[in-house]
């Protein structure tokens, strides 16, 4: 594996029948997460969600790729450069 990145994955939840599944993966990734907020918007409807991360480039693509496939969950990361 490559070596090891800081990154913030921004979770946007529109479907919170998803939010198991979410809290699920992440769980499944703890070792590599430094912390995390959720914040319910309730006047939209919806859930936001920072992760932040410090884990290799595969990894934090993976968690993001299975976490923005989920119904009603949109997911991007950014990746610091160390």
């Known amino acids: 594996m490559s070596e090891n990145r800081v990154a913030v994955?921004?979770?946007i939840v529109e479907d919170r029948s998803s939010s198991a599944s979410i809290n699920s993966?992440?769980?499944f990734y703890g070792e590599?997460?430094?912390?995390?907020?959720g914040?319910?918007?309730?006047?939209?409807?919806?859930?936001v969600m920072c992760v932040i991360i410090?884990?290799?480039i595969e990894?934090?693509?993976?968690?993001t790729g299975k976490i923005g496939m989920l119904n009603g969950?949109?997911?991007k990361t950014l990746t610091?450069?160390?």
Not at 32 to 37: A, L, M, S, T, W
């Open 9 to 11: 994955i921004s979770i």
């Open 25 to 27: 993966l992440l769980s």
């Open 32 to 37: 590599y997460i430094i912390g995390r907020i």
């Open 39 to 47: 914040v319910p918007y309730k006047a939209k409807n919806i859930s």
């Open 54 to 56: 410090d884990a290799p």
């Open 59 to 63: 990894v934090l693509n993976t968690l």
């Open 73 to 75: 969950v949109s997911a």
């Open 80 to 82: 610091s450069k160390i």
